[in-house]
């Protein structure tokens, strides 16, 4: 048990479409990354959101787009979705002062 | 640019064999370095992890090296059990709060 709660669990949205994955992490724990894991592969870095500003981005579009909130919840949201976007979807938050990352369970997202 | 090599799955051992997966990696200055553990249908936990060269992390009888003349982090396990079944995700990180780069994991299976 990690703490962190990710909804939904598992989603399909049809090409084109918008979404909307929600991350709450732990109260103290400033830090949140979102990370996209594909079918057999290992997890990649969309972000990281730091007292509710944007401190890091990997190789993803700006279609990729994340909040956080003053609770540190966090939401990610993908616009015009395409096939390739078909992946685990991993929030992760990590304490203050900490080097530990705590992931949430994640939430498989499908795109028909 | 960073990365983390893994030796490719799926590895298929007996109950109670030795374990190792070998994991090296690539960076810029003095990475801490982690391995997660992916049940099926399930996110992300830290097994153990080690943030200076010669740091031996360990927890549930697996154990890693933190080896910077070799740039390696390989897992090892004395016995086995069939709920060892998983996948293991060796990674790195640069800086505190930093964002975490992956291998693309490992496949562990364990046969009664």
């Known amino acids: 048990e990690t703490g962190v709660t990710q909804s939904p669990t598992h989603l399909i949205k049809t090409r084109g479409q918008q979404v909307t994955l929600r991350c709450s992490s732990q109260s103290g724990h400033n830090t949140v990354s979102w990370y996209q894991q594909a079918l057999g592969q290992g997890p990649q870095f969309i972000f990281q959101y730091y007292r509710e500003e944007e401190n890091g981005r990997g190789n993803f579009p700006p279609r990729f787009s994340g909040l956080q909130f003053p609770n540190y919840s966090s939401e990610l949201n993908v616009n015009a979705l395409e096939l390739d976007d078909s992946a685990l979807y991993l929030c992760?938050?990590?304490?203050?002062?900490?080097?530990?990352?705590?992931f949430g369970q994640g939430t498989r997202l499908t795109v028909v | 640019g960073n990365s983390v090599t893994q030796m490719e799955g799926p590895v298929t051992l007996s109950e109670e064999a030795f374990l190792t997966i070998n994991c090296t990696y690539t960076?810029?200055?003095?990475?801490?370095l982690f391995w997660y553990v992916q049940y099926p249908g399930e996110g992300l936990q830290l097994l153990l992890k080690?943030?200076?060269?010669?740091d031996k992390g360990s927890n549930k009888g697996f154990e890693a090296t933190y080896r910077k003349e070799t740039t390696s982090f390989h897992l090892e396990k004395g016995s086995v059990q069939v709920s060892d079944s998983a996948v293991y995700f060796c990674?790195?990180?640069?800086?505190?709060?930093?964002?975490?780069?992956f291998g693309q994991g490992t496949e562990l299976s364990v046969k009664p």
């Open positions: 960076a810029t200055g003095y990475p801490s």
């Open positions: 990674a790195l990180k640069n800086n505190q709060g930093g964002k975490l780069i």
């Open positions: 080690a943030t200076k060269a010669d």
């Open positions: 992760a938050s990590i304490p203050v002062g900490d080097t530990e990352a705590f």
